[in-house]
């Protein structure tokens, strides 16, 4: 599907020569949420009127030339993202009836500079899934093919993109979040450096491992986005106090870079021939550039998956032991006591995958399995952060598959383990808290896009984004 404009510069363009409006871009994203929401899932909420208000108050700050970098994006909000007065429920029955009292830094610092927000969008129930299967809402469906997942748990916010229903999207990434729906949707997804963007307003669920990011058409509006949203804030202690570049000024690639591939991913058993093929294809290419590129070892690729959930659920455990019945959401009608309200209000408010991952880090976290599991595990994670980093030290970047697979039927994947393993390639950027990148590479015999991942050192998103550009390919979408 050819979108109807690749990158806001376009629409600016068109913006300063009068041919058309930021209302008139409001009406046609409608248009299509309108005619394809329905069947894909995409959008909870669609604030029709609300996008039309801000659309006429930035075409009147374009006509008086005080108009923001971002004027003319049209923007959905994945449904983890704090918005004053709009419905925030992490597509899940525990928060039913929520609005957000406050508006996150990202969402704020977009709206500052003249974003428009056109809905909130579906994803896996509080982040945690790669299909968007585990929502509350039921799954959103991949463009391309409706019988397909889109990836998750931001995968809504790939096919809101992919199927040209806003310019780009604001998800988040705490394994792959961002980076899989891209893959499997033919866009572009970027997982900034941990911490490169403030957390606040961003419902936790891993919170040492969570970072908002953009999906969308080029790499130029990632850069856009990314400039716009990074950077220190007072309301997270965690967010980066380094200074923010002009990425979208900064998208220049050198004439020569040092590539390493891992062994272990391109030589993996269960990688899809089609995927490895484009890989490769893609490896050909930089050496064809002149770019040095070389095979690394990565001894950890195994160990990765079960750290990461280990981790993850561990923090997840302890982040949602919040959601109670007691200050806001949903409320077990049945309930007797304090007791009964706690633990019905979880049972009937909770689906099955958030409840597994709370149990799961429940346990690694209770007094008799701590050292063997939690404690391990963050040993190994040090080990994986150390081995990233030394590789990124002797490499500009490090290039991989994002997934494993292109996009799978609905309901294929059964069995929670074989979900879990499709994060294989995307979890050791976000547990050594670097950057990553996917981009689209073509397509498998069916037509499902392929995903290829670029990962650089910390904080070197310039890098990494310019280096992005020698890559980009028309989106199989």
Known sequence: MKPQYSSLSEIQRELA????????????????????????????????????????????????????RLAGMVIGLKDVLAYQGHSLQSSSRILDGFKSLYTGTAVQRLLAEDAIFIGRQNCDEFAMGGSNENSAFGPARNAQDPSRVPGGSSGASAVAVQADMCLASIGSDTGGSVRQPAAFCGVIGLKPTYSRISRYGLVAFASSFDQIGPITHSVEDAARLLEVMAGPDGMDSTASE???????????????????????????????????????????????????????????????????????????????????????????????????????????????????????????????????????????RRLIKEKTDELLRQYDFLVLPTTPTTAFKIGEKQDPVSMYLADIFTVQAS???????????????????????????????????????TLTTVPAA
């Open 17 to 68: 020569a009068g041919t058309t409006s930021c209302r008139q871009l409001v009406e046609y994203y409608l248009d299509n949420i309108e005619r394809r929401n329905a069947e894909l899932n995409v959008f909870l909420e669609v604030w029709a009127d609300e996008a039309r208000q801000q659309a006429a108050a930035v075409d009147e700050k374009l006509a008086n030339g005080t108009a923001g």
């Open 242 to 380: 380094q200074p923010v570049p002009a990425y979208s000024a900064l998208l220049e690639p050198q004439a020569h870079y040092r590539v390493g591939y891992l062994k272990e991913a391109i030589d993996r058993p269960g990688l899809q021939p089609e995927v490895r093929a484009a890989l490769e294809s893609t490896l050909d290419t930089l050496r064809n550039q002149g770019h040095v590129v070389e095979a690394v070892d990565f001894p950890y690729l195994d160990e990765m998956i079960p750290t990461y959930y280990i981790l993850t659920t561990a923090e997840a455990s302890s982040n949602l032991s919040r959601f109670d019945g007691v200050k806001y959401g949903y409320r077990a009608p049945d309930a007797t006591d304090l007791e009964s309200l706690y633990k019905k209000t979880r049972a009937q408010g909770f689906g099955p995958e958030v409840q597994r991952r709370i149990m799961l880090g429940t346990f690694v976290l209770s007094a008799s399995y701590y050292d063997a599991y939690y404690t391990k595990a963050q040993r190994v």
């Open 431 to 469: 547990l050594a808290g670097v950057p990553a990148l996917s981009i689209p590479a073509g397509a498998d015999a069916e037509g499902l896009p392929i995903g290829v991942q670029v990962l650089s050192g910390a904080f070197r998103e310039a890098d990494l984004l310019a280096f992005a550009n």
